[in-house]
């Protein structure tokens, strides 16, 4: 993993533990491993799709690369400047390089403020804009990128719905011009058909203002359709990461073949389909994850070997890696095949 | 094969009205909604948020709270026995006997305070008339047979020891514990994971053929639905729009709206550079627009479509789709 | 362009914002509007009687001891023969005074802390929390008297005293609600969009957290006026000839009185549960027109 010119971010060996608190005098008495040891690259304006059941720690990976949250450990590259070292006051001009689009579009709008303020605002702060009219004409001509009419920006948010609201979310992050965009679970909380059009909104953007996304979600059809790579996590780590083709045509670990056989086929002449994995028991606990490789209490194809030895994420292929123990030979027999 | 029953429906939903009044709007939840579910089918109502589907469900067991909301007009025939009409004290016997209802969010469905034997032994005491002990080892059985790993033990935990997906187990156990001869299951998988999700709804099918119980399927996810369902019937804004077997949905849908959801859908198997999209909002229904509910949104408006609110009508057998040009008539050509 | 929008900023303050949503909906309450109506109604009467009314408050009327209301007294005269409906109006000057007083104070400890335990968290929030937890163990009336024995009985000794006693109620609901708010996505957006504290704080934090306060001091005003009658009536509160809602009922604290003259303790009574059952409906319609849950 080099930076060239092409990489817009960089994360190395992120980890982010959440403390559990116990006993008497709340002492630590555990660590939820949310992410751990976490490394990927995104290219410029390129989207890499983040998937996961929920506590795999997507989410918290999306909010400890914008340093949301302080990482445990770890560093994140931006153009090559690791944001964690950055002062206060550097940290917030990087700021404006990098934003975030949350899942659920009610609690992401101050019902408070008219909507030409919620967008307007970073841009005043950021001296982006010199004066209040520079102000409102950004704010327009925002809007209308957005697929919102500018004539409602006098308006509070209750008085939009669900859809028009993750469209005033995305003009708020795109205010401050950034490069790069963390969408995290962006349509997940939305109606089938706005589902649609929110995806096309963010694709347009995307390609008109070259901007590069880091979306996350657990809607692997979503994912599909928006990314160019793909990063598969589960209990805290990467399992499986590679190109688009490389994860849904020549997917490796067995974990993303299950997750890709468990998504409900959109034929119903498909269904009671034999070949189907149905992963049995639960999600483990991210708190006490099982030793050996992490998925073994799951895979259908688990050996002994697998409850012992920890796997290693390593490159069977170039842009293709994989943590689990047979990688190679999964991968010569799905060749074979 | 689904070959359409020709014999006696198990429920019969004829001119559902189940209104909301507020002070100064009515809302029109449910608009005159008619259907029948088969003895041992999977019938699938999908739609958006505010379409009725969920207050449809809520309906059949009279489960709507009156008020703000009103049962205005239509029948509802299950097995025979209208519920609409129906005094308290049968209906309960109903409730949970004949017809038990899954609901999308296992963990506020099941009470925290009790364990979860006693939960399931209630309702076979209740119903079946067990005595403390047969209810105990029917509550065992009820769990084995959705699959809990140590049912045993499980009977004697709260709920809040199992995660989501063995809660909605749980609640499947329970719902089934009567072999109700309809179960009613909105959303049953929205708040699970896919892997979980694919586990349920194995379950469900699983079960579905051991003991023949009808299943009302009520969904926003219209791959859910394509897994799931033996015919659908997609409502939109309080009506019906389209009624047809699965099949035919998903490959011949007739109304622009089941047209638009489907092609609306990053498939798996689909990848381009623009989804197609249905313009516009999900509507209001305290404000509807006038004619056609969907007219605003719909590619193939006409005049007559603003003027006037189509009927839902049988275009070809078993398909039945309410719009005035359906498979946009008259455009394509 | 420019002209649409001035338009729409202008419409924006005026038609659908968030206070004008509370107005609308708090004037639909015809309860809390006739309260609103009444405690006006109270506070300007206090204001105006003492200065019209041809009595003065302290001054006794000469052979005028314990007269009936008539045209001259409308509300009689007591013992000594002050007009008692001046004594009424200028006790409610006291009474509602020292009220407010307390309330604002109150309200300044209580959300300074609250929202310094709200924001930073951590060790100042657990230390905040165990004071706020100390002062509520503290045996009221006990400690009134302690502290009035101390530093003297003066309206301003009273008032700091209720205030200190009282504002780890407000501080707690200001943290709740702090809480709360800092996990809303917006504020989290805020962070992302490097919105700099002090407008996190003023822009987005504090009109949220200012309608909790406001209900709450409308039920805290309530609270005091019952809380300041009740001491006054045990003796340890305003002391006379300093007439107050409570010390005139004090006053009425005999067998004869209470039998026989209905004057000395029907008006103050009355004006102490009106203003009080104003407050509270007022305080409860106010709470109805905030909801975020009735907005839609």
């Given amino acids: 993993m080099t930076t060239d010119n092409n990489t817009l971010l960089e994360v190395r060996h992120l980890k982010k533990y959440f403390p559990i608190k116990g006993g008497v005098f709340q002492s630590t008495i555990g660590n939820v491993k949310a992410v751990d040891d976490v490394s990927f690259t995104v290219k410029r304006g390129e989207v890499l799709g983040l998937v996961g059941e929920s506590g795999c720690g997507k989410s918290t990976t999306g909010r400890t690369v914008l340093n949301l949250i302080k990482p445990t450990s770890g560093e994140v590259l931006y153009n090559g400047v690791n944001i964690y070292d950055l002062s206060r006051s550097e940290m917030n001009k990087y700021r404006t390089k990098m934003q975030i689009v949350f899942q659920d579009p009610y609690s992401s709008l101050n019902p408070r403020l008219p909507i030409y303020e919620i967008i307007g605002e970073a841009m005043l702060e950021h001296h982006i804009v010199s004066n209040k009219e520079e102000m409102m004409n950004k ?45 995290d679970e962006a349509v997940s909380a939305l109606d089938v058909s706005i589902q649609s059009q929110i995806i096309n909104l963010l694709k347009e953007l995307q390609e008109d203002m070259g901007l590069t996304y880091l979306f996350i979600s657990h809607d692997l059809s979503v994912v599909k359709f928006i990314s160019d790579s793909v990063a598969v996590m589960y209990l805290g780590e990467i399992v499986e990461m590679g190109s688009k083709d490389q994860i849904f045509n020549n997917f490796v670990h067995p974990y993303t073949e299950a997750l890709l056989s468990a998504a409900p086929s959109f034929d119903p002449r498909k269904r009671n389909n034999a070949n189907r994995i149905i992963l049995q028991g639960d999600l483990p606990s991210p708190a006490n994850p099982p030793a050996g490789c992490r998925f073994h209490t799951r895979c259908p194809f688990a050996t002994e070997r697998c409850a012992v030895e920890v796997p290693e994420i390593r490159e069977i292929e170039p842009g293709h890696s994989v943590r689990c123990l047979y990688a190679e030979e999964r991968a010569a027999k799905r060749a074979a095949q | 094969m689904t070959e359409t029953n020709t014999n006696k429906p198990l429920l019969e939903v004829k001119h559902l009205k189940t209104y909301f009044h507020s002070r100064n709007s009515t809302v029109k939840a449910v608009d005159d909604v008619s259907f029948e579910v088969y003895q041992g089918e999977t019938l699938g109502i999908v739609g958006e948020s505010g379409c009725g589907k969920s207050i449809t469900c809520m309906s059949i067991g009279r489960l709507v709270e009156c008020p703000p909301g009103r049962y205005e007009g239509g029948e509802i025939i299950l097995d025979g026995e209208e519920i609409l009409s129906m005094p308290d004290a049968k209906l309960r016997d109903i409730r949970g006997n004949k017809l038990a209802y899954i609901f999308q969010e296992p963990m506020t469905s099941l009470n925290p305070v009790f364990k ?20 105990h080892q029917a509550a065992i059985q009820a769990l084995d047979r959705v699959r809990i790993p140590n049912p045993e033990r499980v009977v004697n935990d709260y709920p809040f020891a199992l995660s989501g997906g063995m809660r909605q187990r749980v609640m499947i156990a329970m719902a089934l514990a009567c072999s ?87 498939d798996m198997s689909t990848s381009g550079t ?60 | 362009m420019t002209e649409t929008r001035d338009e729409i900023i202008r419409k924006s303050t005026k038609e659908d914002s968030y206070w004008r949503g509370v107005w609308r909906r708090l004037r639909a309450n015809r309860m809390a509007m006739i309260s609103l109506v009444i405690l006006i109604l109270i506070v300007l009467s206090c204001i105006v009687v003492p200065m019209l009314s041809r009595y003065e408050t302290y001054e006794v009327i000469p052979g005028a001891a314990n007269q009936k209301p008539s045209a001259q007294n409308w509300l009689g005269t007591d013992k000594i023969g002050r007009d008692l409906f001046v004594r009424l109006f200028y006790g409610g000057r006291i009474s509602l005074g020292v009220a407010v007083a307390v309330t604002a104070l109150e309200c300044v400890i209580g959300v300074v802390l609250g929202s310094v335990a709200g924001y930073f968290g951590g060790i100042v929030d657990t230390i905040v929390m165990r004071i706020s937890e100390i002062f509520m163990c503290f045996p009221f009336l006990m400690i009134c008297i302690t502290l009035q024995t101390i530093f003297g009985k003066s309206i301003r000794t009273l008032i700091l005293i209720l205030a200190v006693l009282s504002w780890p109620g407000i501080a707690r609901i200001v943290r709740g609600q702090i809480l709360s708010l800092r996990e809303m996505d917006y504020m989290e957006a805020c962070r992302a969009l490097g919105i700099s504290n002090r407008r996190q704080i003023f822009t987005h934090l504090f009109p949220n957290v200012l309608a909790y306060v406001i209900v709450y ?23 006379p000839p300093t007439p107050t809602w409570g010390n005139l009922i004090q006053e009425a604290r005999n067998l004869t009185i209470l039998q026989n003259k209905w004057w000395y303790w029907i008006p103050p009574g009355t004006m102490i549960f009106l203003s009080i059952l104003c407050f509270n409906i007022l305080g409860d319609g106010l709470r109805d027109a905030i909801d975020p849950k009735m907005q839609k």
């Fill in chain 1, 139 to 183: 704010v327009f001509d925002l809007m209308s990128k957005c697929g919102l009419f500018p004539e409602q920006a006098g308006r509070y948010p209750h008085q939009f719905s669900g859809g028009q609201r993750q469209r005033i979310c995305i003009a708020r992050a795109l205010a401050v011009d950034p490069e790069f965009v963390v969408c």
């Fill in chain 2, 116 to 135: 979860i034997g006693y939960q399931i032994e209630e309702v076979l005491m209740l119903h079946r008339g067990m005595n403390k002990e047969e209810a």
């Fill in chain 2, 180 to 266: 109700p001869k309809l179960l009613v299951a909105d959303e049953p998988t929205t708040a699970l994971d896919v892997t979980i999700q694919a586990q349920v709804l194995d379950l469900m099918n699983e079960l579905k053929k051991e003991i023949d119980t009808s299943i009302l399927f009520i969904t926003h996810d219209l791959s859910v639905i394509a897994e799931m369902a033996d015919r659908v019937m997609v409502m939109y804004a309080g009506k019906v729009v389209e009624l047809a077997d699965v099949n035919t949905i998903f490959e011949r849908p007739l109304h622009p709206y089941t047209r638009g959801l489907i092609e609306s859908r990053p």
């Fill in chain 2, 274 to 333: 623009r989804l197609n999209v249905i313009p516009g909002n999900v509507p209001d229904l305290s404000d509807l627009p006038e004619g056609c509910s969907f007219s605003p949104r719909c590619a193939f408006c006409c005049d007559k479509c603003r003027a006037g609110v189509p009927e839902l009508v049988e275009v070809e057998p078993n398909h039945w789709v309410r719009c005035y040009r359906p498979g946009g008539e008259d455009l394509d050509n």
């Fill in chain 3, 217 to 239: 001091a409308t039920m805290s005003m309530a609270s005091v006026i019952l809380t300041e009658t009740s001491l006054s009536f045990l003796g340890l509160g305003v002391s």
